[in-house]
């Protein structure tokens, strides 16, 4: 297996995701070929601790699964789970 070559995207964080990465926006550089092998390299990068099983993602605003493709390009939004009753 090939690593994935390298895309530049926009990444936008909400609420604890937000507060955690100190920014609400950042540009990357990465290699991750799915939202889970980007959720895992920016978790890594601030410092967070939540998993994805009950986080939220989408590519250019349309909801998308865990497994989705990344592209040169895109936006991804991160969201962590919701409390509230």
């Known amino acids: ?4 070559p390298s895309k530049t995207i926009q990444v936008r964080y909400f609420a604890l995701f937000r507060e955690r ?8 550089t990465t ?5 889970l092998e980007l959720f895992e390299a ?6 967070s601790t939540e ?17 989705a493709p990344i592209r ?3 936006t991804v939004l991160l969201f962590p789970p919701v409390g509230g009753g």
């Open 42 to 47: 920016t978790r890594e990068r601030h410092g």
């Open 1 to 4: 297996m090939s690593e994935q």
């Open 21 to 28: 990465a100190g920014v609400s926006a950042e540009q990357l």
């Open 51 to 67: 998993p994805h099983g009950h986080c939220k993602v989408a590519i250019n605003d349309v909801m998308v699964g865990w497994d």
């Open 31 to 35: 290699t991750a070929g799915t939202t």
């Open 72 to 74: 040169d390009g895109d």
